[in-house]
């Protein structure tokens, strides 16, 4: 496991460019997930799109650093679906650090937060289209929860979502 990574809170503002950078390094998620390489809308959502019946005070941003350089980037949005709960709405890693220890730190940083904020649950959808990151969260412990099938007023993809107990 590397242990120089470390999560850094992270703004619109401030770490924008930094953002667009690793997006455009992460590009297969991206492409996989809007159809098209990551842009300035992609960041923009990223930093602002906030889930159903709440606003931007429940957003929370973490780069995921190596020294100066963010290597993934992270939203967590606290109270939705219920108060106690902390939605993951984006954990992206740059693919030269995939595979390599890098996420299971950051999902174990994540439950370590959470737990100190005396948060129940842990939830996050999965595109069905990305079996590899299905299994991934499989292995960090998180269990199914619900289908979430495509609609016609959705982005058309299927979704899987997965909760985490604590």
Same mark, same amino acid.
């Given at each position: 496991?590397?242990?120089?990574?470390?999560?850094? @809170?992270?703004?619109?503002?401030? +770490?924008?460019?930094?953002?667009?950078?690793?997006?455009?390094?992460?590009? *297969?998620?991206?492409?996989?997930?809007?159809?098209?390489? /990551?842009?300035?809308?992609?960041?923009?959502?990223?930093?602002?799109? #906030?889930?159903?019946?709440?606003? /931007?005070?429940?957003?929370?941003?973490?780069?995921?650093?190596? %020294? /100066?350089? !963010?290597?993934? !980037?992270?939203?967590?949005?606290?109270?939705?679906?219920? @108060? *106690?709960?902390?939605?993951?709405?984006?954990?992206?890693?740059?693919?030269?650090?995939?595979?390599? %220890?890098? %996420? +299971?730190? #950051?999902?174990?940083?994540?439950?370590?937060?959470?737990? &100190?904020?005396?948060? &129940?649950?842990?939830?996050?959808? #999965?595109? $069905?289209? &990305? @079996?590899?990151?299905?299994?991934?969260?499989?292995?960090? %412990?998180?269990?199914?929860?619900? *289908?979430?099938? $495509?609609? /016609?007023?959705? *982005?058309?993809?299927?979704?899987? #979502?997965?909760?985490?107990?604590?």
């Amino acid at each position: 496991m590397r242990d120089d990574i470390i999560l850094s @809170p992270i703004t619109q503002t401030q +770490h924008r460019e930094d953002a667009l950078d690793l997006a455009m390094r992460a590009t *297969d998620y991206a492409t996989l997930e809007v159809g098209h390489a /990551p842009d300035g809308a992609y960041i923009r959502d990223f930093f602002t799109a #906030v889930p159903p019946g709440l606003g /931007p005070d429940c957003l929370m941003h973490f780069g995921v650093m190596e %020294g /100066p350089a !963010m290597v993934g !980037m992270i939203c967590i949005a606290e109270g939705y679906e219920f @108060p *106690d709960d902390w939605w993951i709405g984006l954990v992206l890693l740059d693919p030269a650090f995939r595979g390599q %220890g890098v %996420g +299971h730190k #950051v999902v174990s940083d994540i439950k370590t937060r959470a737990r &100190n904020r005396r948060i &129940n649950l842990l939830k996050l959808a #999965v595109l $069905a289209a &990305n @079996p590899r990151a299905l299994k991934f969260w499989h292995r960090e %412990g998180f269990t199914h929860h619900r *289908d979430a099938p $495509a609609t /016609p007023q959705s *982005d058309g993809h299927d979704r899987i #979502v997965l909760k985490y107990q604590l």
